[in-house]
C-alpha cells in the first residue's frame, strides 16, 4: 500500500513539473503578444515616411487673397520629403480595403482610379487573402514600388494622408514649398527654374514617372517638379467656384477669366497651367500623370527624418 501511494505521489510530483502553473502561462501569452507589438512597430518604423520641417513665413503667392492681398504668411509645417508611391499606397490599400482598386463608389474615385495596377509594367502576384492583384496591388516590385503612385482621386490621397496622421497640404503650403530650388526658398524670379519646370510640362506623359529620390530643394523637399502633378487639400477653390463647375452653367468661363486676371504673377506661366489643371478637376477624378504627398502642422511632426531639427 505504501509502495502505491508514493509512487501515485511520484506520478503527481512529475505531472505537476510537466505543467507550467497559471502564472507561467499568462507570462507566456504577455511576451508572445510583447513581441507581436514589437514586429508590428519595428514594421511601421520600416516604413514610416520622411517628413522635413519648412520654416514658414510671408510669402508672395501668384494667387491673391480673399482680401486681395499680394502677399500671404505660410505657418510652420511639416512636408513629405518625397511624394507617396505606388509601395506606400499599397500598404494602405491592403489595411483599408475599401480603398483598393474597384471598392471605391464612383463619387469617391472615377472608373480609372489605380487602373495602371493592372498594367504589365505593375508586377503584381495573388496576395495572401487571395484578391486580385489588381485589386490589392500586392507586391508591386522593384522600381514600380517606388514610383509615385497616380490614378488616385482627391478622396483617396486625402484618406491616406489621415491614416499617416497628416493632410494634404493646402495650395499656399505646396506653392511656398515649390519656390524653392537647391540653394534659394524662393527662386520663382530667375527664368532658368521657370524653364526647367515648362521642359517638364513638355515632357511626354504616356511612360510610369521615374522613382522618386531626386536631388533635395533648400528644406530637403523632394520631386515637386520633375515626376507628377500633386493633388492640393484647396483644389477646386483656386479658380473656379465650386458651385460653378456644372458646363451649362453660363457663369463658369466668368470665373475662370476672373481667377486668371487675379494672378499676382501673370508672367509665372509655369505655377499658372499647374492651378489650370488643378481647378478643373473633380475631386473623384484620377489621371495617370497626378499623385500626392501629404503635411502636417506644426506641433504634430512625430515621425522620422529631420522633423525635429
Not at 174 to 200: C, K, M, N, V
Not at 252 to 277: E, H, T, V, W
Request: charged share 25%.
Amino acid at each position: 500500500m505504501m509502495n502505491r501511494t508514493r509512487s501515485a505521489a511520484q506520478d503527481d510530483s512529475a505531472s505537476s513539473a510537466q505543467r507550467p502553473d497559471r502564472a507561467d502561462r499568462i507570462e507566456a501569452r504577455s511576451l508572445v503578444r510583447l513581441l507581436g507589438a514589437a514586429a508590428a512597430l519595428a514594421c511601421l518604423v520600416a516604413h514610416a515616411a520622411d517628413y522635413v520641417p519648412l520654416p514658414g513665413g510671408p510669402f508672395r503667392s501668384v494667387l491673391p487673397t480673399g482680401d486681395g492681398s499680394e502677399r500671404v504668411t505660410v505657418e510652420r509645417f511639416w512636408m513629405r520629403a518625397t511624394p507617396v508611391t505606388n509601395g506606400e499606397f499599397r500598404r494602405f490599400a491592403q489595411a483599408h480595403p475599401e480603398w483598393r482598386a474597384g471598392s471605391p463608389p464612383a463619387v469617391f474615385a472615377d472608373a480609372r482610379y489605380l487602373h495602371h495596377w493592372a498594367a504589365p509594367t505593375m508586377a503584381a502576384v495573388s496576395s495572401a487573402d487571395h484578391a486580385s492583384p489588381r485589386a490589392s496591388g500586392a507586391e508591386i516590385a522593384g522600381a514600380d514600388a517606388a514610383r509615385p503612385v497616380t490614378s488616385v482621386s482627391w478622396f483617396a490621397a486625402r484618406a491616406f494622408c489621415a491614416a499617416e496622421g497628416a493632410r494634404l497640404p493646402t495650395w499656399y503650403e505646396w506653392e511656398y514649398a515649390a519656390a524653392a530650388d537647391a540653394t534659394r526658398p524662393d527662386a520663382r524670379d530667375d527664368p532658368g527654374w521657370t524653364a526647367r519646370i515648362l521642359s517638364w510640362y513638355s515632357r511626354p506623359s504616356d511612360r510610369p514617372p521615374e522613382p522618386v529620390g531626386g536631388e533635395p530643394d533648400v528644406y530637403g523637399v523632394r520631386d515637386l517638379h520633375g515626376l507628377v502633378w500633386e493633388w492640393v487639400d484647396d483644389f477646386s477653390a483656386l479658380l473656379v467656384s465650386a458651385d460653378s463647375r456644372d458646363q451649362n452653367d453660363p457663369d463658369k468661363s466668368a470665373f475662370c477669366g476672373s481667377g486668371a486676371i487675379g494672378l499676382r504673377d501673370a508672367k509665372n506661366y509655369a505655377i499658372l497651367m499647374r492651378i489650370a489643371m488643378l481647378s478643373a478637376l473633380r475631386a473623384a477624378d484620377t489621371t495617370d500623370n497626378l499623385g500626392f504627398r501629404c503635411v502636417r502642422s506644426s506641433g504634430a511632426h512625430a515621425g522620422t527624418g529631420e522633423q525635429g531639427r
